[in-house]
Every structure is written in structure tokens, then in C-alpha cells.
């Protein structure tokens, strides 16, 4: 297949590959799938959002005393009728929940792209869910960096004060713990983020954190990919702190491989690996470095990610009877949570 054949295939394919992402409110979900969504663009990309799919508007909420994490708040039956149909590339009437009012919308016409991104507290909740989904990842950011990252989100896009979202993650902590957490056993993938090791000021204002990458093995890939690490642009080019290391971290009762990365990557570093990326995933171009720019560790693991998931993408493409054996399962509900791969 031609380098640049791949997104074409994609377009002409049947098949609608779902990118699950759970974590908390404000955790930056959208974040580490932004490299995905600039590679593929609008046209192929889509996202659901679990929340709209509440169901109670805020003040129902406040009268029952519950939390928008807890599972009787939520239509998960509705969410597994929906992303089944649109699997089928059928059109769904979605609801849409306003997070300005706390009140629902009309719901609206969805129809699937090829690959759909569905985000959330809990997609990975049920069986079935998980059985629908073709690519599980699971964001954990610090508490610390957790409480800033969701004030800045409720006060400048959501019109809470500060007091009144210290107090609401307070009342969800419980639930949290209990509902959401638990899912990252069922991840492929789980970020991990922290304040940078060269302070937290280079974090606040630069948008540089402490990212671990924690992956489940990897039982087959199209070939061998390097990380590769040029000493030239290294010594005579890079002129800021950056770190790579990698562990073995238990997650959800597994052990996982964890990449970690700190600091920022000067473009002629980085840009040896994009292009690896391209030749050995055959999509191209994938081009999210600026030129004399520099990566955070955050865009780096992004740009490992989307490799992982361009990957799965295509060993689905290349086996039709286990696509077509996927499809009816997830159609009737088959469960796949034990298909971790």
C-alpha cells in the first residue's frame, strides 16, 4: 500500500473505528488526541462527548444529591444503542447536554466519520461499551495538576468561581474514585502527568509537564520503530531541560511499559521521529513540529500514541473476517473486555 493510500482506504473502508478516552472533568482528554484529529482531519475525525448522554440537567442533580459520575446519572443504555448503530454507519438523533445552562438541548443529527472519538467519564463502564470500542485510553493526571487544570476550565469557559469548583470536586471525589478510576484496568493506554521536574513555573507557563506513557504489550506491529536520538541536534541544536526514561508500572493489576518524558525536544530531534512514523505506519505527512520550534514532552507522547493507534487502525484493515467477526459482536453486544491486545 502507497504511502499515501492509507487515509483513502480508511475513507473507503466500511469500518468505524472508535477511540474511547475516560478520565475526570477538565483532565485533558482532548488533549492527547490531538494528534490524531490534525493527522486525519475533520473530514475522517468526530467526537462524541459521554456527557451528553446525562441523565439529569444540573438541577435535577442538586435535588436528588447526586454526582454526573455516578452511574444511575447517566443513559449508558441509550450510549451503547447509539455507538452500536453508529458503528453500523447508521445516523443517530444524539442528545446534547449545555454545559453553560446545565440544562439539554435539542438532540441533533450525528452521523459517523471513519474514526470516532467518543470522550468521557466512563465509556469503558460496560461490557458492551468496552466490546464497541476499538482503542481504550485512560487519562490520570496528579491531583495537584487535576485541581488547577479544572479551576482554569470552570472559571474561564464555564462561569464558576473558583470556591464553587474546589467544592464540587470535593463532592465528586467519592464517586471518582469508585466509578471512574477503576476503568484505567481496561485501558491500552494510560497518561499519566505530573508538574515538570524543572518546576512547576515551566509548567504554568510554557505548558511543559512530567508525561509517563504507560502502555499494554504491544503483541504485533507493522515494524520496528525507532525513538530515534541524533547526538548533533542534540548537543549543538537543543538548548532547554528534557528527560526520556523508561520503567515497569502496575496499572489496574497490570504491568504496563511507561515511557516517560520532561522538558522539551528541539524539532530536529523529534523530526527524525515523525518521519519513521510516516514510513513505517504508511500515513503521511505527518508534520506537527513548527520548524526550529521545540515539543513538549506532552506533543511527544501525543505523536507515540497516535503511531499505537495508527497501528491498530491498520491491522483491523488488513484482517476483513476479524473485522467483520468485530462488527457483528459489537452490533449485539458482545463483551471485549477481555480482548486487551
Request: aromatic content about 8%; hydrophobic content about 35%.
Amino acid at each position: 500500500m502507497p504511502p499515501s493510500d492509507f487515509k483513502r482506504v480508511i475513507a473507503e473502508s466500511p469500518y468505524v473505528f472508535i477511540i474511547g478516552v475516560a478520565g475526570d472533568s477538565g483532565t485533558g482528554k482532548t488533549t492527547f488526541t490531538r494528534a490524531i484529529r490534525e493527522i486525519f482531519g475533520k473530514d475522517l475525525i468526530s467526537t462524541i462527548t459521554i456527557d451528553d448522554y446525562h441523565r439529569y440537567d444540573r438541577e435535577e442533580r442538586r435535588k436528588l444529591g447526586i454526582t454526573p459520575l455516578a452511574p444511575e446519572a447517566n443513559r449508558f443504555d441509550l450510549l451503547e444503542e447509539h455507538l452500536a448503530a453508529l458503528k453500523e454507519g447508521k445516523t443517530i438523533q444524539k442528545p446534547v447536554y449545555n454545559h453553560n445552562t446545565g440544562r439539554f438541548d435539542p438532540p441533533v443529527p450525528f452521523s459517523p466519520t471513519k474514526i470516532l472519538i467518543l470522550e468521557g467519564l466512563h465509556p469503558f463502564i460496560t461490557p458492551r461499551l468496552r466490546g464497541l470500542i476499538d482503542f481504550k485510553l485512560y487519562v490520570d493526571p496528579d491531583p495537584d495538576v487535576k485541581r488547577a487544570w479544572k479551576i482554569k476550565r470552570d472559571v474561564e469557559r464555564r462561569g464558576y468561581t473558583p470556591d464553587a469548583v474546589v467544592q464540587e470536586m470535593a463532592e465528586r471525589k467519592r464517586d471518582y474514585e469508585a466509578y471512574v478510576a477503576p476503568q484505567c484496568q481496561f485501558a491500552d493506554a494510560v497518561i499519566k502527568i505530573a508538574f515538570s521536574k524543572y518546576g512547576r513555573e515551566i509548567s504554568e507557563e510554557r505548558n511543559v509537564y512530567h508525561v509517563t506513557l504507560c502502555q499494554s504489550k504491544l503483541e504485533r506491529s507493522i515494524r520496528d520503530v525507532d525513538l530515534s536520538i541524533d547526538l548533533f541536534p542534540l548537543l549543538s541544536l537543543s538548548e532547554r531541560n528534557f528527560m526520556v526514561e523508561f520503567t515497569i508500572e502496575e496499572i489496574g493489576g497490570r504491568a504496563m511499559g511507561a515511557l516517560t518524558f520532561d522538558g522539551e525536544l528541539n524539532y530536529a530531534v523529534v523530526r527524525r521521529l515523525e518521519k519513521n512514523i510516516e514510513i513505517q505506519t504508511q500515513v503521511q505527512p505527518i508534520d506537527l513540529v513548527q520548524s526550529g520550534g521545540y515539543l513538549t514532552a506532552g506533543d511527544v507522547a501525543q505523536l507515540i500514541l497516535a503511531w499505537r493507534i495508527i497501528n491498530r487502525r491498520i491491522f483491523i484493515e488488513s484482517s476483513p473476517e476479524s473485522t467483520g467477526r468485530k462488527v457483528t459482536a459489537a452490533a449485539s453486544g458482545g463483551c471485549g473486555c477481555g480482548d486487551r491486545r
